[in-house]
Structures are given as structure tokens and as C-alpha cells.
């Protein structure tokens, strides 16, 4: 299931289905993050309980005397009222007791006499046999579980990625080389260091510490991002970094959009597509066009497709320019 498919599916969960749900992916593809998205959209509490750091004991609570009785305190990391979600991470690398203690907790929404409220819903997540320290799921814990597996999409980490900060040179790189978006066999694995989701935004963090700092993107910038993506993919979006100084400016683009140079390579009009599509408003689409219909009608179409996923972006639908391009390229966009 794709990133927007998985998130949808939450949102249905947590407001009406309540059925204990499972995700399934390699490291670094948004399982926690799209869990965590979707709390802060929803105004819902977040628990997030790292099923690697439980005992057994942590989700019963400690047992003390009551008259001629044992009574157990209600642990602090069970939700006690309101709605939210409990997340239990990273609960396929935690020990079969570990494991096991979670069997009620899932199925029955208590663990002993400690009961979640009916306002709150279970997720877990964790990796995949083979993908790094990980426990055979019990299959009577397994058959509590709606299970979902979550494969990394470019497009749909675009659209994340255009509203959450990331640069552009991260976004245009992984539109000409979408197969960098993810890359890691568990077979043949040997470095530290992999592409993914998360290590690119690791890398776009990086990237805009070193702009803002005005320092070089050769040498050390090579490295760091070395260590976050690794040695391959680090090679190439540094040399992809160093495009984009031949690229025209946004503003140079507004000033003479008939006229100003569009440069030649697929990687260069990634970079160009990018640069616009992020910047694009419904005051300014009138006159972006005018550049925008030189391109590529691929190109174009991809410019479009990206600034209606960015919040400015959306408003160009509400303009005359707008609606003359999309009828001239109904062909290209139904």
C-alpha cells in the first residue's frame, strides 16, 4: 500500500473502524512518521511506546497489597482518557515476551484490569523478517492485527516532501533518479549508510545547514551526506547539487518568461520544474505559464501536477491562466 492509501486508511481507523492495525516496511519508508502525521491532523493524542525498551512487567503495571488483596498500578503508558492513538513501534524487533504481554492489550483493549478507553485506537508497526534485528511475530498475536505493508512511492513522498521543507534540490534529484528514493537488499547488505525517506531528509537538513552557512557543498558536504544516504548516491546528488547553477532564478523566470533561457538536459529541467512548482501562487500563475508552456509537455504537466500539491499551489485553479492551459492540455492530464 502506497504512503496517501495508508494514511487514508488511518484516518478511517481512528474515527471508525478501531480495529488493531499493523504496518508492515523496511526501515526509514514513514511507517512512524505517517502515524505521527496523522495524530497531529486529527487533534488526537500520541503514545508512542518503543516495544524494544518494554519488560513484560511495564504493560501490567507494578503489583502492590490492598488489605488481603494485589492490586496492580495502572502503568503511566496506558492512556488513561480522550482519544489518541497507542503506537507500539518497532514491535517485531522486541522479545517474544515482550511480544506476548501484548496479546490482551491488543485484542481485548486491557491489560488485566487496566482498561483503553474506547476513544483510543492501536497501531503498531515493524520491520520485515531479514530487515535487521527482528522476532517471529506469534501468530496468535499476528491474527489480532489488520496487516498493511507499506512500500515507499515516489509520488507520494513528493507531496510530502513539497509542504515539509525539504530542499529542492533533494526533490528534483529524486525525480530524475526515482530509484534512489529507496534502496536496500537485506542479502547483500554492507553499508552503514542507505537511501531512504528518511535518510534523504536527514540529507535535505544537511544541505540547508550548509546553505544557510554559506559553505561549500564539495569535501565535507560530500561526506555528511556520505553518511547519511551512502557513498553512491551521496556521489551523485552532490554532482546533481552543482546543476543547479545552471539553472535561471525565480526571478529572472518572472521578469522575462519569454524570453530567459531554459537549459537543456533531462536534469537540469527536473531542477528547473522544482524550483517553480514550489513557488508558484494564483498571483503569480498568469505569468509563470507564459515560461511554463515552453517546456516539455511533460514538463509541464509535472510542474502543474507539483504546485497543486503545495498549499500556495492549489489557488492557481481558481485562475483564467489556469483554466486555458488545462483545457489546451486536457489530453495530457485526464
Known amino acids: 500500500m502506497r504512503a496517501r492509501e495508508l494514511k487514508s486508511f488511518i484516518e478511517l481507523m481512528v474515527e471508525d473502524l478501531r480495529e488493531p492495525l499493523f504496518i508492515w516496511g523496511p526501515p526509514g519508508v514513514g511507517k512512524s512518521a505517517i502515524v505521527k502525521q496523522v495524530a497531529m491532523e486529527k487533534g488526537l493524542q500520541l503514545i508512542d511506546l518503543r516495544a524494544t525498551l518494554l519488560d513484560p512487567v511495564d504493560l501490567r503495571g507494578v503489583p502492590i497489597p490492598e488489605r488481603d488483596e494485589t492490586v496492580w498500578l ?43 478507553p474506547p476513544g483510543w485506537s492501536i497501531v503498531a508497526a515493524g520491520n520485515r523478517e531479514g530487515e535487521g534485528v527482528v ?34 534540490e533533494v526533490i528534483a534529484f529524486l525525480r530524475f533518479r526515482p530509484e534512489l528514493l529507496f534502496r536496500f537488499d537485506p542479502v547483500r ?88 512548482s514550489r513557488r508558484v501562487t494564483k498571483d503569480n500563475f498568469p505569468v509563470l505559464r507564459r515560461f511554463i508552456e515552453r517546456l516539455e509537455e511533460e514538463m509541464q504537466v509535472l510542474v502543474i501536477k507539483q504546485a497543486l500539491q503545495t498549499v500556495e499551489g492549489k489557488g492557481i485553479t481558481q485562475t483564467r491562466a ?13
Open 322 to 334: 489556469f483554466v486555458e492551459w488545462a483545457s489546451k492540455h486536457a489530453n495530457l492530464i485526464l
Open 74 to 116: 495502572r502503568p503511566s503508558i496506558l492512556p488513561k482518557d480522550g482519544r489518541g492513538i497507542l503506537f507500539l513501534d518497532e514491535l517485531t524487533s522486541a522479545p517474544p515476551l515482550v511480544q506476548a504481554a501484548c496479546y490482551q492489550l491488543v485484542l481485548d483493549r486491557r491489560v488485566g484490569e487496566h482498561e483503553i
Open 189 to 276: 547488505f554492507t553499508e552503514k549508510a542507505f537511501p531512504t525517506p528518511r535518510t534523504w531528509e536527514k540529507a535535505s537538513r544537511v544541505l540547508t545547514v550548509f546553505k544557510k552557512k554559506n559553505l561549500s557543498l564539495d569535501g565535507m558536504f560530500f561526506e555528511v551526506i556520505r553518511g547519511c544516504v551512502g557513498e553512491g548516491p551521496a556521489a551523485e546528488f552532490c554532482s546533481y547539487c552543482r546543476v543547479w547553477s545552471k539553472i535561471p532564478t525565480f526571478e529572472e523566470i518572472l521578469l522575462d518568461p519569454e524570453n530567459v533561457r531554459i537549459p537543456d538536459g533531462l536534469d537540469v529541467q527536473y531542477a528547473v520544474v522544482t524550483m517553480i
Open 135 to 168: 522476532f517471529r511475530m506469534p501468530a496468535p498475536l499476528a491474527n489480532r492485527f489488520v496487516h498493511i505493508e507499506l512500500e515507499p512511492n515516489l509520488d507520494d513522498w513528493v507531496e510530502w516532501a513539497l509542504n515539509a521543507g525539504i530542499e529542492d
